[in-house]
């Protein structure tokens, strides 16, 4: 009799015991599942014996969006509500990213970097990449009412797409790894991202090339980023037809003619640096999204300006030029 009181004891306590480690166990399943790609998840839990731990190339399309703005919105919040703010962009546009099989690569700063490629998405990866761009932008409206709610900054977002190949591999030491893409087109993403304002999505020839569904091409025309002499052509894209059927939403305004010009002046950005000289101009033409600029200093398509007007500073960027003046896209607001 004693011996069965101590086997059922132990029994007991063993089963306690197997318990507490199937909770530990599913708990670090989730925990590193939050921050390893699926592959290697896939891996460690025996769901595939494919895994590019030494590195292999891979024809692919990638995203790559960012936050306009973002260095200069966050700089009166705390700690707190800025990581509040950006785990909440975060999570909803991962959440549509792996809702169309896509494979979010990392956050770098305010930006979200993803790919879609044959292995998860078919031959189909630059239409689900499109769609899932579209997705995105219109989700932007819900992350800014969730933002005035809390009193945190309204932002947009540009996005960028490219295909090609691309190394997709573990890059780093012993001590440290990670799971990551290099090469030309992962450059050439990044830098075609840059070029867009908040709203827009635009895209390279390779990727435009690659699809096969109809999609709404707004306009086209030639970029010319470092590195590239030759100037880069890329599309701003308004939609995807059938069977996704999603356009984005239109959040351009048209100016309209203000009775007397508003006086400023302006700075341009160089790269992430503004420039010292400071140049005067008036705004003839403005709506929430964008003015219209005269001014006598010659600027370029795509410049970036930091404009100071009496009622505070906004961030634009140049899109296009007319005997009107400069239409420069409001990018953000402080």
């Known amino acids: 009799l004693q011996m069965g009181c101590v086997l059922f004891e132990l029994y007991d306590k063993t089963r306690l015991i197997k318990k507490r480690l199937e909770t530990q166990t599913q708990f670090l399943k989730q925990t590193f599942k939050t921050i390893v790609p699926d592959d290697l998840d896939n891996l460690l ?28 919105l966050i700089r009166d919040m705390s700690a707190e509500d800025a990581i509040d703010m950006l785990n909440h962009y ?11 099989s896509g494979v979010v690569l990392e956050f770098v700063g305010d930006a979200v970097i993803a790919f879609f490629d044959e292995e998860h998405n078919g031959k189909n990866h630059a239409n689900n990449a499109i769609f899932t761009a579209v997705e995105m932008q219109r989700a932007m409206k819900d992350i800014q009412e969730w933002n005035r709610q809390r009193k945190y900054p309204v932002f947009e977002m540009g996005i960028g797409i490219n295909t090609g190949d691309v190394y997709v591999g573990y890059i780093g030491s012993e ?10 087109t992962m450059n050439l993403v990044s830098r075609i991202e840059g070029y867009s304002t908040g709203g827009q999505i635009l895209i390279s020839k390779s990727c435009k090339d690659a699809i096969t569904k109809n999609i709404d091409v707004l ?25 996704y059927n999603l356009k984005c939403f239109d959040i351009d305004e048209v100016p309209h003619t203000l009775e007397e010009p508003v006086p400023i002046t302006f700075s341009v950005l160089e790269g992430k640096h503004c420039g010292e000289e400071k140049y005067p101009a008036g705004i003839t033409e403005e709506s929430k999204t964008s003015a219209t600029l005269e001014s006598d200093h010659v600027l370029e ?28 896209r409001f990018t953000s607001a402080f």
Request: aromatic content about 8%; cysteine-free; glycine content about 12%.
């Open 219 to 243: 306009n086209s025309f030639v970029i010319k980023p470092k590195g590239y002499s030759d100037g880069v052509e890329v599309f701003l894209i308004g939609g995807i037809g059938e069977p």
């Open 301 to 328: 398509l795509f410049d970036n300006l930091l404009i100071q007007r009496s009622d505070g500073q906004i961030s634009g960027k140049v899109i296009s030029k007319s005997e009107k003046g400069y239409l420069v």
């Open 45 to 72: 839990y025996g769901k595939t014996n494919n895994v590019a731990i030494s590195g292999k190339v891979k024809h692919l399309t990638v995203i790559e969006s960012d936050i306009r703005g973002f260095t200069q």
């Open 175 to 184: 001590h440290r790894m990670e799971y990551d893409a290099i090469g030309s």
């Open 90 to 100: 975060f999570e909803s546009m991962t959440t549509i990213i792996r809702r169309h």
